[in-house]
Each structure stands twice: as C-alpha cells, then as structure tokens.
C-alpha cells in the first residue's frame, strides 16, 4: 500500500515538473522575443535594420541650443514634423521625435542615440550642427540625415537652405516704410555667414526705400540669450530707434519683452519689433495692441515635412543641396497686423517682391555684396 502511494506521488511529481520545463521554456521564448526589440541594444538594433525592422518610417530632430520652444526656427522645425506625424497616424516617441540640446556639446551625443533607436531620417536644425552632422552621418551610412541652413557633405545628407536675403529685404522696406525717427536696427545672433544674409538683404531692403536711414547693427553672439537682446534693444530705443528686425532665435523674445515693457509704460510709444523664421505675431501682443510690425516667416516646418515625405517615399535627396525662396513661397512677409502692416506698406512690399521674383533684382547676401549693391543706388 505504502509502496503504491509512493508510485503514486513519483508519477504526479514528473508530470508537474514536465508541465514546468514546457511552461518554462515558451516563457523563456517571449521574453527574448521583447528583448531583442529594445532600443538600448544596439547589436540587436542593426540586426533589425538589416532586416528591415517592422517597416515603420520613423523621423527625429535634434535642436539647436535655442531649444524646441524658441518661438523660432527650433519651434518651426519641429511644427513641421508633428504635422508630417499627424498626417501619417505616427505619434510623438513612436514614429516622430526631438532631443533638446542645452549646450554645442550635446549636438553629436544626441545625434548618436537617435541613431541608435534606428530613427530612418534624423534632422539637424541650425548650421551650428553641420560638422556633428558630417560626423554621425560618416559613420552610418545607412542612416539618413538632413540639416536645416548650412550645406553638409555625404551622400546620406540633404542640405535644406533657404533665400534668407529675400525675405529680409522686404522686411527692410516694411522697416522703411514704417520708421519715423529714420533710425532702425538688426539684432543678430551668432555672427556667421548664415546671419549676415538676414543683415545684407535687409539693410538693402531699407536702403532701396531711403537710402537716408540709418541702420544699427549688433550681434548676441548667442541664439539663447533673451536677457542680452532685452539689453541690446533697450539700447537701441533709448538712442531713437523705432523699428528693430531680429535674427537671432530665442535671443529674440528679449527684444520683444523691451518693447513691450516700453509699450506697457507709454501706450503712445512708437516701437516695433519684426519677427523672423515664423510669424511672431503672438509675441508682440500686450493689451489691445501689438508691437510685431511682421515677421520674415522662412518655412522651416514645410521644408521639414517636405523631406521627410520625400525620405518616407523612398526618395531622399541624399547628397543635394535644397534651396527655398519666395518664388516657391517658403520665404514671405506676415500680414497678421493688419493695422500696423497698411496699405502702402504692403503695396510697396508686393512691388519689390515682384522685382526679385522677376530677376530685376539680385538681392546681396553677403556685406561685400551690399557695398557694391549700395554703390549702384
């Protein structure tokens, strides 16, 4: 009897831990199965990508120092990829993306985990990444990368310029038109090659309208400095300057917050600020009133969403240099202050326009294209 029971017990004993190993071993399937997904592996990250993953196009950007909020061309670039998300049922952290750059030091880092979460297409905003880009993009070549105002070099990078100069010089003539004192200012960020397009066409542009007015221009030396261009643009008012055009990203809001605080304290203030890359509009309102005159609106978050779809439909122009402008409408001049921005103003804006856009004009994009330009007024 006793000998049975314990025939018994050895028979359930097997089959409990036969049910175990069978349990054990599918258990031990899934979970390998979710590993080998992870983003942190980076082996099992390029074996997925030689086999073509699941298939999902994904896409990210990393910022400038500015930061993804700058009400600038950090902001319009990443507008521009939530739209192409939205448009493509991708969601933020599944399909579309952002690393936020608090410093230079951060553009390669950045550049480098996006690559290892196997995004299709990563974008560099600001021509300060251009040497990261080349960089990473040297590395994986199987990697697509875009960078937004500078030119890079590699056969998996799409270089996405824009006719700064253009846009600037009608900002200009809106300056122009629109100062009483005959004084207006330029607030730029990082002095560079990129910078001073803004400055040449828009010096022109005030220029073309009277060749009388002076124009004061000083540089942040910083896109991410809006207590130094409060500063700078508290200096400029203070001498007489009414009008200041800035281009100089999140530096910019500093500007702004001087003219309003001038508004705040005297309604009758004559100031105005005129935006850049987006329409900034919004940043200028206090009360009843607003002091954006208009905004030289670049369309970084068409040119984003451009190539992205280009990218997702297998057609990335890798190793081409793209250039955006007012013929093709990526470069204009905001409207949204109907009653700042009148009649005559926008008439005079619409007849230079046309004679950039017909050719008459071959707008300077550098100062030593400026002086020869001014010589020949």
């Known amino acids: ?80 990829l939530q739209a192409f998300g939205e448009e493509n049922g991708l969601s933020k952290g599944e399909g579309f993306d952002y690393a936020q750059s608090e410093s230079d ?54 270089s996405i310029t824009f006719k700064e100069h253009q846009g600037s010089f009608l ?14 200012g330029f607030v730029g960020g990082v002095e560079g090659d990129l910078i001073k397009k803004f400055e040449s066409g828009f010096v022109a542009g005030v220029k073309s309208v009277n060749a009388d007015i002076q124009v004061d221009v000083q540089y942040a030396e910083s896109f ?31 500007v702004f917050a001087q003219a309003k605080d001038l508004k705040k304290n005297n309604p009758d203030e004559n100031v105005w600020v005129i935006g850049v890359d987006r329409d900034q509009y919004e940043e200028g309102a206090i009360g009843d009133t607003n002091v954006t005159l208009t905004s030289m609106v670049k369309r970084v978050d068409v040119a984003v969403k451009d190539v992205a779809a280009q990218a997702m439909n297998g057609e990335f122009p890798g190793g081409e240099v793209l250039e955006y402008g007012l013929d093709d409408d990526a470069i204009s001049i905001a409207r949204t202050n109907e009653e700042a921005l009148n009649e005559d103003i926008i008439g005079a804006i619409e007849e230079w326009k046309q004679k950039i856009v017909n050719g008459d004009i071959d707008v300077p994009s550098t100062r030593e294209d400026l002086e020869g330009y001014l010589d020949s007024l």
């Not at 251009?130 to 590699?154: H, K, L, R, W």
């Open 171 to 184: 900002a200009g003539v809106a300056a122009a038109k629109k100062t009483k004192s005959n004084q207006i």
């Open 105 to 158: 030091a951060d553009y390669t880092t950045n550049l480098n985990r996006l690559v290892r979460q196997d995004y299709n297409l990563i974008f560099g905003i600001g021509y300060l990444l251009q040497p990261a880009i080349e960089e990473v993009a040297g590395q994986y070549p199987e990697t697509n990368f875009a960078i937004v105002d500078s030119v890079a070099e590699g056969d998996n990078v799409a």
């Open 1 to 80: 009897m006793v000998l049975l029971k314990n025939r018994r017990f050895l028979l359930v004993f097997a089959l409990l831990l036969t049910i175990g190993l069978v349990l054990g071993a599918c258990g031990s399937s899934d979970d390998g199965g979710e590993t080998s997904g992870g983003s942190n592996d980076s082996g099992n990250n390029d074996q997925n990508a030689e086999e073509g993953g699941n298939g999902d196009f994904s896409v990210a950007m990393v910022t400038d120092v500015g930061g993804v909020d700058d009400k600038s061309f950090n902001q319009s670039a990443w507008e521009g």
């Open 224 to 254: 991410a400095a809006a207590d130094k261009g409060k500063l700078i643009a508290s200096n400029m008012y203070s001498k007489g300057i009414d009008v200041i055009y800035h281009a100089s990203g999140a530096t910019g809001n500093g």
